[in-house]
């Protein structure tokens, strides 16, 4: 049972990332999933969430009209699409999965995925 988060890189600002988050040994379709991310020398914060079976969402305002979550529920995967990068958004960006209802919260949710690394730099 595990997540892995994946897709992160080196982007310029301005440039676009997808990030999946796969889950193996378990469905998704009874969780939600959130993204966070971590900066250095800072919380880990949450990102945006979805809710598996109903298809909601919900996102930081700070990524609000940038950042789009999505499910394949074939795929047993979450994507995370972020546009319009910029160097505050370079982080390790992690998924993990909650029961109930979508927060942004890290005590909230259960199992973490391994983290993938998102620089935004020219």
């Known amino acids: 049972v595990q997540l892995q988060a994946f897709g992160g890189g080196l982007v310029q600002p301005g440039g676009t990332l997808r990030l999946s988050c796969a889950a193996s040994?378990?469905?998704?379709?009874?969780?939600?999933l959130v993204w966070f991310r971590q900066a250095p020398g800072k919380l880990r914060e949450g990102l945006s969430c979805?809710?598996?079976?109903?298809?909601?969402?919900l996102y930081r305002d700070s990524v609000k009209g940038r950042f789009t979550i999505s499910r394949d529920i074939s795929e047993n995967t979450v994507y995370l699409q972020m546009n319009n990068l910029k160097p505050e958004d370079t982080a390790v960006y992690y998924c993990?999965?909650?029961?109930?209802?979508?927060?942004?919260?890290?005590?909230?949710?259960?199992?973490w995925g391994r983290g993938t690394q998102v620089t935004v730099s020219s």
């Open positions: 040994g378990f469905s998704l379709d009874d969780y939600v």
């Open positions: 993990a999965t909650g029961r109930g209802w979508c927060t942004l919260w890290p005590d909230q949710v259960g199992l």
């Open positions: 979805i809710d598996i079976g109903r298809g909601s969402t």
